[in-house]
């Protein structure tokens, strides 16, 4: 009989279940902990057996130029690595991946870094990293015969679940915390049809809730507690790697929230090196928003286990007290030789206006990168000659408030810019209200014309 391509294996006590045999909150039922996705044939497959790394290079290239929907997909281009349908033709694809690996010379030289670029998530079809792992989940649901989906969401898995459910015909479930996630991302998920609800809780509380309606209803649950998330979400570590000529940078440095997405870039590099078609890891660095920063807690107390915090942030994405994939996330951390660090309010809002001014918008969680890439070079974490890639997870526009609010001087309070006001006051560009005359015009620029 063919060895099953692939398993779930809980990431606690180890056991090992087939794909259809996961609960509907996919935990485990020995010891409750979360599944990932192994592929046993991998670790047997020696000699000529193995998956051939300068073949799968070459045809994951190739792919680039067909015309077939599921090649242009950034996650499904890369298929040998995530044969987790059991038929390709049951993939939703809206093209996601394939997103821009972009240089930032500016930020580069102000920090003395190299080599310093940033892969920009935000470009995918609903405007964040979410849209990579929700093809392949939700073509899982589809291909499993579920008629309705559900997550829990602080903006962009929502907006990623409900677009990809739109398409394939399937009916949607959103779970929200009311008032804490921005417009944008609201007014897209109710745009592609789902059943919005917002609940006077937060991102934890509705999670909670979720689990337990999915063991009542027949729903299936597509938060990142759902392994298959995860391998979409990989499938940038293989971009990252193919745009750098296969040569791994030394930091890759992400936002931590639910933790999945630190989770599966890390079992990305993992699986690329157990393949050959990298020879090393990077250091991977998950930064957190101050204010709900569980993770960074539990290093600053030697990996003790992970206490739940009330999660406050601007950054409404990554409000989050409870992540699910803490474990995973410390994994990676801890495999790759990266840390785990958080950073202030003003810190990610200044670091969000520098890159808007190198022409990358990007949404708040993203910015922290930046601002924690600033604390790493400063304690000598990082050498000048290294190679950084910080990961944008979602665009501009999905909070323009937020961006509003730091130009016109409204975002931060009086406290929060101590020691930097001078730093802000020179990044902000608020729009002015003139007279419509070409003197009023050309007086705003007050000779910066030259
Ligand atoms: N950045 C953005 C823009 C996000 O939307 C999220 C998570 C993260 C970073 C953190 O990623 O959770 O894998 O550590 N957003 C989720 C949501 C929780 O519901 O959209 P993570």
Redesign the pocket.
Known sequence: MNEPLFRLRCFGCGTCITGSEGKPDFRCSECGDLYEVEYPGWKSRKGPDRPNAGALKWLWRERRCSSEALDHSGVWRFREVLPILESFGNAVTLREGNTPLYHLPRAAKALGIDQLFAKH??MNPTG???DTGMTAALSVAKERGFTWVA??????????MAAYAARAGLRSLVL?PEGKIAWG?LAQSMDYGAVTCQLQTD?DGCLRLLTQIVKQAHIYLL??VNPYRLEG?KTPAFEIAEALDWNVPDHLI???????????LGKGFREMVELGLVARMPKIT?VQAQGANPLVRSFAAGNAPLEPVEAHTR?T??R?GN?A?WRK?TKTIQDSGGWCLDVTEAEFAIAKAELGAEGLG?????AVTLAGLKKLKAQGKVASSETVVLLL??HTL?DADFTIGFHRGTLLDAAETVGVEQEIQKLQRNAQVVEASVDAVLATLKGDLG
Do not use: D, H, R
């Not at 990007?362 to 993203?366: L, Q």
């Open positions: 998530q935000g964040s990293f979410k997550c829990a969401s602080t903006g962009n898995t929502s907006a990623a929200i991302k991102f938060n990142s979400q992400v936002p931590g929230g639910n933790l999945a997405n630190s989770s599966a998950v950054a994405a990554i989050i992540p994939s996330a990007c949404e708040p969680a993203s997870t979602g999905k």
